[in-house]
């Protein structure tokens, strides 16, 4: 019963169950809390007077309205080009070249799956609900945010083209001056680029075959730029419902990886039966499967791109971020990869930064005028990392410079995973190696999308 209240429970674009504050969507409190109220009515201050939202279709509509208010620049330059580009399309009936079809599936991502969340959209939402859900047109406005149809696009429209004057009347009218969203806005262009960057590439590995290219580039900002490797002969392969289930079998005994595609299942990576049709796995690939074990099925495909992420290619132009696999030193030594000398070099470096970093950071709050007994209590906990940390999360200055701790790690000399199982490596090296691929490819994925809050500033920011 928990699951079907929260399947039927209204998620916003951009929402996930497991998120961020302002991303978090609460699908089974918003169940149970319509259960009540359908049960048992109740009233609220904020809730009187207005038409019930009771169908997704109408609370969707209206939280398009209110995100088009509330738009940053970076959302406005994607949206409003892909506008141009239908209007152009309706007038001319022309058709579209790769570019124009990826500006229309960015907005398109944009738009459904990757809002931005902050309390001001929602008070953007309460604002648009007060105008058009009261009085004697409140049932015939709610079923145009359902229908969605032309009275509700020239309004989404009118919205989404605010100029800089009227975002300012409009900002100062909400009280919202103090913050601009901007960085949001970016990072919600980030991850509707990245997202159909991902069709792509599932794409890619679904319909290649044996004879097309084996590499291709994740092309900036959506990635730090990194180049994919497949053996030639390693394919994904999309079967009909009815056909699936020795793939399936395969997948549940960790033999080969399952991930979504288009309504159905992909399987990856198998290889042709020689002589006859169909397919088989590809021998060893267990240890790799075995790694991503407990991956929700959306993030199967991040795993696969870490799995063939090339880490020592040269780039005839650097990429923005280090592209570089770092290993543990204690495993690289286990893995005879290092010496006990090596292993003990790169420990030492590792402390001679951490105290280096210590040193900085007290040097720094003092200059900042931090009390005296502050500074002796970081001064007592140098060298103890987890004490010196749990201290600068005390000091509240907001640009206050970030503490990490340094690990000894050994950079990885090797390319990628898929071509250490093709030369015969160890299942034990080759299932860390996918742990360790595909968690460093999903923090140069976050250093990425944050690349992109900085760069939405330097481009749009909101200037007073």
């Not at 169940?31 to 809730?47: K, N």
């Not at 009275?151 to 913050?179: A, F, I, K, V």
């Not at 006990?340 to 210590?358: F, N, P, S, T, Y």
């Not at 200059?367 to 600068?392: E, I, W």
Request: aromatic content about 10%; charged content about 25%.
């Amino acid at each position: 019963m928990l699951e079907r209240a929260r399947a039927v429970s209204l998620r916003l674009p951009g929402q996930h169950p497991r998120a961020y504050r302002d991303y978090q969507g609460r699908m089974l409190t918003d169940a149970v809390t319509t259960a009540i109220a359908c049960a048992e009515p109740f009233y609220d201050d904020f809730l009187t007077g207005l038409t019930p939202l009771l169908r997704h279709g109408a609370a969707l509509g209206l939280w398009r309205l209110a995100a088009a208010a509330t738009s940053t620049r970076p959302e406005k330059a994607w949206l409003q080009a892909a506008t141009a580009l239908r209007a152009d399309l309706h007038r001319t009936d022309a058709s579209l070249d790769f570019e124009g079809q990826h500006i229309l599936r960015v907005a398109e991502a944009l738009e459904q799956e990757e809002s931005w969340h902050a309390l001001t959209r929602f008070e953007s939402a309460t604002f648009l609900a007060r105008r058009y859900l009261t009085g004697p047109r409140a049932e015939e406005r709610e079923q145009a945010l359902y229908e969605q149809d032309k009275p509700w696009h020239h309004l989404y429209q009118d919205l989404l083209r605010t100029d800089d004057r009227e975002e300012r009347r409009w900002r100062r009218q909400h009280r919202s001056t103090s913050y601009d969203w901007t960085g949001r806005g970016g990072t919600a262009v980030w991850r509707a680029r990245r997202r159909v960057d991902l069709e792509y590439f599932e794409d890619w590995l679904v319909k290649r075959t044996r004879n097309d290219p084996a590499a291709g580039v994740m092309e900036e900002p959506t990635s730090p730029g990194w180049l994919l490797r497949i053996p030639p002969d390693w394919l994904a392969h999309a079967p009909t419902p009815a056909a699936a289930k020795p793939y399936a079998t395969w997948a549940s005994q960790g033999q080969i990886l399952a991930f979504p595609f288009r309504n159905r299942h992909a399987y990856w990576p198998v290889l042709h039966q020689e002589g006859t049709p169909g397919h088989r796995p590809v021998p060893g690939f267990e240890p790799i499967a075995a790694a991503a074990a407990g991956l929700r099925p959306g993030q199967v495909l991040g795993f696969i791109e870490a799995v063939l992420i090339d880490w020592n290619h040269t780039f005839a132009e650097e990429p923005y971020l280090r592209i570089a696999l770092d290993v543990p030193a204690d495993q690289a030594y286990r893995f005879g990869f290092i010496t006990a000398e090596e292993q003990h070099r790169l420990m030492a470096e590792a402390r001679a930064a951490l105290l280096r970093i210590m040193d900085e950071f007290i040097s720094w709050a003092a200059d900042d005028g931090a009390h005296a007994s502050y500074l002796d209590k970081l001064r007592g906990a140098r060298g103890n990392a987890r004490a010196f940390q749990r201290l600068t999360r005390r000091y509240t200055v907001h640009k206050m410079p970030k503490f990490s701790v340094p690990r000894s790690s050994w950079t990885w000399p090797g390319r990628s995973v898929a071509a250490e199982l093709v030369a015969g490596s160890s299942p034990d090296l080759l299932q860390r190696l996918a742990g360790a691929a595909h968690r460093h490819s999903s923090l140069l994925l976050e250093q990425a999308m944050q690349a992109a809050w900085q760069r939405a500033f330097d481009q749009y920011g909101f200037r007073m």
